[in-house]
Nanobody
Framework: QVQLVESGGGSVKAGGSLRLSCSAS?????MGWFRQAAGKAREGVAV????????FYADSVKGRFTISQDNAKNTVYLQMSSLKPEDTAVYYC?????????????????WGQGTQVTVSS
């Protein structure tokens, strides 16, 4: 069974950067980062296929966020740059053992505990 442990959230001013980490154990084929702002639905941010390194991004973060993985460390990262106040949310790491819809929350059977990212103007 996959287990996920996230780290790296915090507070930053607009224009700043943060890197989130997700340590994963167990087999998975897709790893994703999602976020949920207060009062809003959870949304996909970035996804990586663990076997091919293929990456996918939400339009709102393209060019600013980068998802990557270190297979030796069983860790997936989300490098966030040029942060905006609208990026403020709880960020969740998620894992899937099958190739479902990458932006479909139901594809992911395992979720991390979430880490808060706050961007001030």
């Amino acid at each position: 069974q996959v287990q996920l442990v996230e780290s790296g959230g915090g507070s930053v001013k607009a224009g700043g950067s943060l890197r989130l980490s997700c340590s994963a154990s167990g087999s998975r084929v897709i790893m994703g980062w999602f976020r949920q702002a207060a009062g809003k639905a959870r949304e996909g941010v970035a996804v990586i296929y663990t076997t091919t390194d293929s990456t996918f991004y939400a339009d709102s973060v393209k060019g600013r966020f980068t998802i990557s993985q270190d297979n030796a460390k069983n860790t997936v990262y989300l490098q966030m740059s040029s942060l905006k106040p609208e990026d403020t949310a709880v960020y969740y790491c998620a894992a899937s053992g099958w190739y479902g819809g990458i932006w479909d929350i139901g594809t992911y059977g395992t979720w991390g505990q979430g880490t808060q990212v706050t961007v001030s103007s």
